[in-house]
């Protein structure tokens, strides 16, 4: 078999509210796909799903071929959920060694440690360590079981820029042997850095699933960036061929139906604009293009998509 997981038309709905309307999604043996959507798209309640956290209303989630249940009790998924609850009077150590204890063939205490970057703290209790430490911990847990699929909820949430490298490096090495990754993030240049495949939501629904390149391809274009000195977001937006603007401080950026236009209309505009850049069209103008086509639903007072905190997973 070749496949890691299937999702079949999942649907799930808290009230009148679809959280996740009709989702279909496989994916195969040794992919590493991105989630990627706005807040309340439906990524979180569709995670909940593929980990059996919860029951979809319509539709089926099998994984290497059988449930949920079967496989994150075998070892053969696991997951690091954002919210994780980890135990305040226990130490990273003890915790590995208790989650390793559930598992025939887990992985060695040395790897897990070094994957995750816990043994500076392994001894030190967690009701001790920074959210990014606790993020490492959560991250060795998920690994204990040496699990050929692994699921991350905004994995490098509270990591600096330094731990984000280091995770994703460990990821590089952990999926080089064939292994299967699906990560939700609100990153998008760690999705276009580490991601083989995108899978992009808005309102419960798959808006666009493909490589990131094929992804981007979604939206035309080019993308103009410049200092512009003096100039308001109307003024670059009205330039000839300027599709949208934004500006921060001096800073400008303007997506463009036609480049060349754009370029002649602000030099003439504004002459003292500068250190000009033109690119074409990345994964965050395609999600913002994507995301945007349909106004967000109305704020409901139904149960949200977390209406209770995620234990850890084994």
Not at 179 to 192: D, G, K, N, P, Q
Request: aromatic share 4%; hydrophobic share 45%.
């Amino acid at each position: 078999m070749t496949e890691a997981f299937r999702l079949r038309g999942l649907v799930k709905r808290f009230g009148a509210v679809p959280a996740v309307d009709g989702v279909s999604v496989d994916v195969a043996r040794g992919e590493v796909v991105a989630l990627l959507g706005p807040n309340g798209a439906g990524k979180s309640s569709t995670i909940d799903l593929l980990l059996g956290l919860s029951t979809p209303d319509q539709g089926e989630v099998r994984v290497f071929g059988g449930t949920p249940r079967a496989a994150l009790d075998s070892g053969r998924m696991a997951a690091m959920v954002q919210n994780g609850f980890l135990l305040r009077d226990l130490t990273p150590a003890e915790l590995v060694r208790l989650h390793r204890s559930m598992f025939r063939t887990p992985l060695p205490v040395g790897e897990i440690y070094a994957r995750a970057g816990i043994g500076e703290f392994a001894g030190r209790r967690c009701g001790r360590l920074s959210g990014g430490q606790l993020q490492r911990v959560r991250h060795a847990i998920a690994l204990a079981g040496d699990p050929e699929l692994l699921v991350l909820d905004e994995p490098t949430a509270a990591l600096d820029v330094d731990a984000r490298r280091t995770f994703w490096a460990s990821m590089r090495e952990f999926t080089a042997g064939g292994r299967t990754v699906l990560f939700a993030t609100h990153y998008l240049a760690e999705a276009e850095d580490y991601a083989d495949r995108v899978v992009l939501m808005r309102q419960g629904h798959v808006v666009a699933d493909g490589p990131v390149a094929q992804v981007r391809a979604n939206v035309t274009g080019r993308v103009l960036r410049a200092l512009v000195p003096g100039a308001v977001e109307k003024d670059l937006a009205a330039l000839d061929g300027v599709a949208s603007a934004r500006c921060q401080g001096e800073r400008a950026e303007l997506a463009c139906t036609d480049s060349d236009l754009t370029i002649r209309a602000l030099l003439r505009a504004f002459p003292r604009a500068s250190a000009i850049e033109i690119t074409a069209a990345g994964l965050e103008e395609a999600f913002l293009a994507l995301t945007a086509q349909q106004p967000a639903p109305p704020e409901s007072s139904e149960q949200p998509e977390h209406p209770q905190p995620r234990e850890v997973l084994r």
